[in-house]
């Protein structure tokens, strides 16, 4: 995996090499920017604003983020919590070629016994890009399958700063 540093992160440990503070000791901070929210190692941005899936995962790379990928069913409750049950969101989950070979933007190995597809999805191989979305019938959260051309929200994610 890619470990993420950022500019102040740098600046801190040199500092903290000579004066003897230890950035990992239990007083070191997690942060998220402004408006992200935090969990476990990552910080992550609801974008309500919509867009394509290739708009979508560009305004998260403008912001050092990706778009979502689900690792945990953990992770994933924490995502539905913060979502209106009226949209879709983009995830980093695309099938470039229609073949039904699910990739990851991050390059995490999709995983079949760790998907959260609603029943009946995926259902359209001329549908590449997945969202998450709310059902009422039965009421739950899940993945679906949709055209990438299509303008969603979306949701971004980075590794948390800790300084
Ligand atoms: C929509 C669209 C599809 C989805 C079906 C499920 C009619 O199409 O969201 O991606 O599979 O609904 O009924
Ligand atoms: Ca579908």
Redesign the pocket.
């Known amino acids: 995996m890619i470990s993420e540093i950022t500019y102040a992160e740098v600046r801190f440990n040199d500092a903290s090499k000579s004066s003897g503070i230890d950035s990992s000791a239990e007083t070191a901070w997690n942060c998220c920017p402004k408006n992200w929210k935090l969990f476990s190692s990552n910080c992550y941005f609801i974008s309500t604003e919509s867009a394509s899936w290739q708009e979508s995962e560009k305004k998260c790379a403008r912001m050092e983020a990706h778009l979502l990928v689900i690792n945990t069913r953990e992770e994933q409750n924490f995502i539905f919590q913060n979502l209106e049950e009226n949209s879709a969101y983009f995830v980093g989950l695309s099938d470039p070629e229609g073949q039904r070979h699910w990739q990851w933007v991050d390059q995490t190995p999709y995983n079949e016994s760790s998907t959260f597809w609603h029943q009946?999805?995926p259902?359209?191989r001329n549908?590449r890009c997945v969202t998450l979305n709310f059902r009422r019938y039965p009421r739950s959260w899940g993945w679906?399958?949709?055209s990438c051309d299509g303008h969603q929200s979306s949701v971004c994610e980075m590794m948390k700063i800790h300084l």
Do not use: A, K, L
């Open positions: 009946g999805e259902n359209d549908e679906n399958d949709v």
